[in-house]
């Protein structure tokens, strides 16, 4: 996936799994207050927090290039000096000294975990 998709993905977990504690807050522990309060910080935090990466991430993809994907000819963005097409995964790099076998090695170690 890449990276800005990656962490927009991460972001909109957290809001999720921010909303999931504060349920669980009301729902599950109604009757100890201590731990209802507790458990609705953590989840507010985590939704605060969510909030934060969004901002990072438009401040991140400010400094993007956008570049048409040689493989698909669709416009995405490179985040770094090495990154994937949003659209059909191709490894793309913005330092010819990178492409060839670095390159190779990340990806195949990426795709020997999944
Ligand atoms: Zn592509």
């Not at 504690?21 to 507790?38: G, H």
């Not at 994907?69 to 010819?96: F, S």
Request: hydrophobic share 45%.
């Amino acid at each position: 996936m890449a990276k800005i998709n990656r962490i927009r993905t991460f972001a909109m977990a957290l809001v999720f799994i921010g909303i999931f504690i504060m349920y669980i807050a009301i729902f599950v522990f109604s009757n100890s207050p201590i731990l209802m309060s507790i458990a609705m910080i953590i989840g507010f935090l985590s939704v605060i927090s969510s909030s934060f990466v969004y901002l990072w991430i438009g401040m991140k993809s400010t400094k993007s290039v956008p570049v048409t994907c040689p493989n698909c000819e669709k416009q995405t963005k490179i985040l770094g000096k090495v990154d994937v097409c949003m659209h059909c995964e191709e490894p793309l790099t913005l330092d010819p000294e990178l492409e060839g076998k670095e390159l190779d090695a990340r990806y195949n170690r990426k795709n020997f975990q999944s």
